[in-house]
T-cell receptor
Framework: DAGVTQSPTHLIKTRGQQVTLRCSPK?????VSWYQQALGQGPQFIFQ???????QRGNFPDRFSGHQFPNYSSELNVNALLLGDSALYLC?????????????FGEGSRLTVL | GNSVTQMEGPVTLSEEAFLTINCTYT??????LFWYVQYPGEGLQLLLK?????DKGSNKGFEATYRKETTSFHLEKGSVQVSDSAVYFC???????????FGTGTRLTVIP
């Protein structure tokens, strides 16, 4: 049983560019959340997708957007990249109807903005 | 608003030493509390949780008790091992929500 998988593992972009990160949730999970983890900090909630819609959103600008597909996989898009967007981006999955309080995290996509 | 404050690290202990990592929180209502751990090269994983006041979460020899009166959820282990070396995050979620608010993390290094 594959856990949460994310791609790419690492990527480098320059300021002003756009990036797309991808996530496949753990088998059986229908809810995907994205977190940003800056160096030396704890993860910060960006948003959550359920039934292909954004259900909750943290305190992030509109440059951050996402999508969930019918197979529950998800993308995170960041436009007009800033140096401060350099971070580890984590995807977490769970299933809403059977939520027990545990989120399952991928290993993350490390984005460097130059 | 919701926030979590963890003791700053890094923490370095000898094998078999006693571990305490302090965590306090601010939240509206009655949150659930969690400790997540990030081992080198791995994703975050749940270590233990408590969903109401006075609950004790435990796993792998680690324990934490939900203290509403002191708004705390300190992590303890009686005898740490080298394999416990990792970054530990305290987190909370609001009642009925499944997004997490994390502390800044505490890096633990256990030396033989």
């Amino acid at each position: 049983d594959a856990g949460v998988t994310q791609s790419p593992t690492h990527l480098i972009k320059t300021r002003g560019q756009q990036v797309t990160l991808r996530c496949s949730p753990k088998s059986g999970h229908d809810t995907v959340s994205w977190y940003q983890q800056a160096l030396g900090q704890g993860p910060q909630f960006i948003f959550q997708y359920y039934e292909e819609e954004e259900r909750q959103r943290g305190n992030f600008p509109d440059r951050f957007s996402g999508h969930q597909f019918p197979n529950y996989s998800s993308e995170l898009n960041v436009n007009a990249l800033l140096l401060g967007d350099s971070a580890l981006y984590l995807c977490a999955s769970t299933w809403t109807s059977g939520y027990t309080g545990e989120l399952f995290f991928g290993e993350g996509s490390r984005l460097t903005v130059l | 608003g919701n926030s979590v404050t963890q003791m700053e690290g890094p923490v370095t202990l000898s094998e078999e030493a006693f571990l305490t990592i302090n965590c306090t929180y601010t939240a509206t209502g009655y949150p659930s509390l969690f400790w997540y751990v990030q081992y080198p090269g791995e994703g975050l994983q749940l270590l233990l949780k408590a969903t109401k006041a006075d609950d004790k979460g435990s796993n792998k020899g680690f324990e934490a008790t939900y203290r509403k009166e002191t708004t705390s959820f300190h992590l303890e282990k009686g005898s740490v091992q080298v394999s416990d070396s990792a970054v530990y995050f305290c987190a909370l979620s609001e009642t009925g929500a499944n997004n997490l608010f994390f502390g800044t993390g505490t890096r633990l290094t256990v030396i033989p």
